[in-house]
């Protein structure tokens, strides 16, 4: 599944959907699945749609899943207009977004980008709005318009999408972060992946960090799932800078992501002994901090050897050499740990 709204990561049920569930699954009529939601809090009708397009997509029912929610807003905004009723008029526009999530899953951008228009087009219908159903929308809604911007390389247009994003997510994740928090965490991992200005990059990434290490202390696998894909955009925005020779920077990132690993990895595994790896072999081209890349080094040798990570040890090895390290009896350790 592409990187929007509709990837499980962003936001799991946090609320009871399964009689809502059941109806689906028995192939009760989508009158009687409406009528079902118009009884149930917009959180619990909002959980129930995404994790039925989900389902729905992951089957390879994406045509469905399209049809199935545009047959639900049909009968939701033929009794919402009637009615005038904002929680109905609410499920419309989480709709559209869903919708939105599923045009770009499926390629048809001109209908993602109809239904967005939709979308914000419902939401601007009562100004100031600050209530979680319009934030948790219009949050979503950023994140996967985001998206398309980032594909058409309208960076700039992504990055404020993002922004905001991430913004209406903080504010949310506040009072609710078991709900919220992944989304949070996610709208961070696609700004870091989509923001050019690497200053602007690192000031973001600096500003939520708090955030995000308290979110780490709950036990959340969701919250878990989110940090391990930024731990990976870290480390290949690390992995670029330091390619472009920007070892200053790439240090920053791989120290960030390494932080947000120990957290959720408590064992010393091959992912913390990776990044470590590309931690010391930056900090050895900066002067200042040399003396301790080669520390790094050194003791990652010990943790490679540890954990018979044979393949990173050898690339420790050959980093030393050509640096010139004096510090270490290379080819002794060599002969001692790896035998003939």
Known sequence: MKAISLEPVFAQPTTDITILRNLLRRGRSMSEIR????????NTAYDFLRAAAVEMVERGEIDRAVNSLQEIDALITRNGAEEEDRSLLDIHAALMQILTALYIEKDDLEAATATAATTLSLLAQEARRKDEPFLAILG????DIAYLHTGRKEYKQAERELAKSLKIFERLAKTNPERYAPAHVMALNAATATYRNRVKQAELLAHYQAATSTYLQMVDSG????????????????????QMGRHREAIQYFSRALRYLTKIETEFSLRHLKLSIALGE???RVSAMKDKGI????????????????????????ILVNARSTSLDILGLWHKVFPK
């Not at 930024?230 to 670029?240: K, W």
């Not at 003791?299 to 090895?317: G, N, P, Q």
């Open 282 to 284: 930056s900090m050895l």
């Open 223 to 242: 919250v878990e799932e989110a940090t391990g894909r930024l731990i990976d955009s870290l480390s290949i925005e690390g992995d670029t800078l330091a």
């Open 35 to 42: 009528h079902a939601i118009g009884k149930v809090d917009f």
């Open 295 to 318: 520390h790094l080094l050194n003791t990652m040798l010990h943790k490679a050897t540890k954990i018979k990570a044979s393949d990173e040890h050898r690339r420790i090895v050959d």
């Open 140 to 143: 979503s809604l950023l994140y």
